[in-house]
């Protein structure tokens, strides 16, 4: 019977929730946690000693390699690992994300005991897991009629998401031009439409929505 149980990983760099969390798993008498980890580095090294999961648990702020990085190498590297994410951002940009980086499912810190077990049982299951909450923001965006005007406000480009992680920085617009391997003046245009996008006015304002969106976490 044991050879039926769920293997879970749990990656979190909050060592008391994870515990705690894998604690509730462990009892469930379903699912077994396999190894614990602190970031994406740590899971990665877990991997390559052939120790895989069948269900991985990410939290998406971490230290070393977040949540959002983890599963994009899982996404090129191991795609029928189901991945369940761990985050407070429920925004449609960072929902949009994650469902673009591979991620299965969300689950919020205080999620209750029942619902994480469904929701481990649910992405192993079926494929994918879904609360209410998040089901009702993603079908927001096509629910009115100008659903098209929504969605291309939401997604941004990877160089879009670059450079609004490089503006929660102290680096100066030349100085991202350069990382970006692009011309200052394009790094400019790309700055004003994104103030006109995102309905900001000032770097602070980007700084602010990177952060509000889980583009950047602190």
Same mark, same amino acid.
């Given at each position: 019977?044991?050879?039926?149980?769920?293997?879970?990983?749990?990656?979190?760099?909050?060592?008391?929730?994870?515990?705690?969390?894998?604690?509730?798993?462990?009892?469930?008498?379903?699912?077994?946690?396999?190894?614990?980890?602190?970031?994406?580095?740590?899971?990665?090294?877990?991997?390559?000693?052939?120790?895989?999961?069948?269900?991985?648990?990410?939290?998406?702020?971490?230290?070393?390699?977040?949540?959002?990085?983890?599963?994009?190498?899982?996404?090129?590297?191991?795609?029928?690992?189901?991945?369940?994410?761990?985050?407070?951002?429920?925004?449609?940009?960072?929902?949009?994300?994650?469902?673009?980086?591979?991620?299965?499912?969300?689950?919020?810190?205080?999620?209750?005991?029942?619902?994480?077990?469904? /929701?481990?049982?649910?992405?192993?299951?079926?494929?994918?897991?879904?609360?209410?909450?998040?089901?009702?923001?993603?079908?927001?965006?096509?629910?009115?009629?100008?659903?098209?005007?929504?969605?291309?406000?939401?997604?941004?480009?990877?160089?879009?998401?670059?450079?609004?992680?490089?503006?929660?920085?102290?680096?100066?617009?030349?100085?991202?031009?350069?990382?970006?391997?692009?011309?200052?003046?394009?790094?400019?245009?790309?700055?004003?439409?994104?103030?006109?996008?995102?309905?900001?006015?000032?770097?602070?304002?980007?700084?602010?929505? /990177?952060?509000?969106?889980?583009?950047?976490?602190?």
């Amino acid at each position: 019977m044991k050879n039926d149980l769920i293997k879970v990983a749990m990656i979190d760099d909050h060592v008391l929730l994870r515990n705690a969390l894998s604690s509730l798993i462990n009892n469930s008498g379903k699912c077994k946690v396999i190894f614990e980890a602190s970031n994406g580095k740590e899971l990665i090294a877990q991997l390559e000693r052939n120790n895989f999961p069948d269900v991985v648990i990410l939290d998406l702020n971490m230290p070393e390699m977040d949540g959002h990085q983890t599963a994009l190498y899982l996404q090129q590297h191991f795609p029928d690992m189901k991945i369940l994410m761990l985050t407070m951002y429920d925004s449609e940009l960072a929902l949009i994300r994650l469902l673009k980086a591979g991620v299965k499912g969300f689950m919020k810190k205080d999620i209750h005991p029942t619902e994480l077990l469904s /929701a481990i049982e649910s992405v192993h299951e079926y494929g994918y897991y879904y609360s209410a909450q998040t089901s009702s923001k993603l079908a927001g965006l096509f629910r009115d009629k100008n659903e098209q005007q929504h969605l291309d406000k939401v997604m941004l480009t990877e160089n879009e998401i670059d450079f609004l992680k490089y503006a929660c920085s102290e680096m100066t617009y030349k100085e991202i031009a350069g990382n970006l391997k692009m011309n200052p003046r394009a790094i400019d245009g790309m700055r004003d439409n994104l103030f006109t996008k995102l309905d900001v006015k000032s770097r602070v304002g980007l700084a602010i929505y /990177a952060i509000k969106h889980g583009v950047v976490t602190v």
